[in-house]
């Protein structure tokens, strides 16, 4: 199942990240309509909502009367999955030629594989 998703979703998750607590739904539609401007009718939140949870990305939990979401992973893992599907999808999962891609020539020098090793070591 592909992670990637729009931008509208990415910017529900982007919220969602900020909330400690999740977000019911009437909070949702009240912070993207009013405070975002999107226009957003119920039924089309709705859907990126469904959309996310059934990709995995958010939870959706009974508080009461209210069903709070919550994002499933943090942003740097959903970054990370991201990455990896771009990875596999367009490279056959071999990071040397997204890197050769990357830096737009057939090899990449000395100095920006050190920078890789270096930023790999640090991790």
């Known amino acids: 199942m592909?992670?990637?998703?729009?931008?509208?979703?990415?910017?529900?998750?982007?919220y969602l990240w900020k909330?400690?607590?999740?977000?019911?739904?009437?909070?949702?539609?009240?912070?993207?309509?009013?405070?975002?401007?999107?226009?957003?009718?119920?039924?089309?939140?709705?859907?990126?909502?469904?959309?996310?949870n059934n990709r995995g990305l958010i939870t959706k939990e009974k508080?009461?009367?209210k069903t709070i979401y919550s994002p499933a992973m943090t942003e740097l893992r959903y970054r990370q999955l991201c990455a990896e599907e771009i990875l596999n999808e367009s490279?056959?999962?071999?990071?040397?030629?997204f890197l050769t891609a990357l830096a737009g020539r057939d090899k990449i020098t000395k100095a920006d594989a050190q920078k890789i090793f270096d930023?790999?070591?640090k991790r």
């Open 2 to 14: 592909r992670i990637r998703i729009s931008g509208a979703e990415l910017d529900i998750m982007q």
């Open 19 to 52: 909330r400690e607590d999740g977000a019911a739904f009437a909070e949702l539609l009240t912070y993207f309509n009013e405070t975002r401007e999107k226009e957003w009718c119920k039924q089309t939140l709705n859907t990126y909502l469904l959309r996310l």
């Open 63 to 65: 508080r009461g009367s």
């Open 91 to 97: 490279y056959g999962g071999v990071l040397s030629n």
């Open 119 to 121: 930023s790999i070591d």
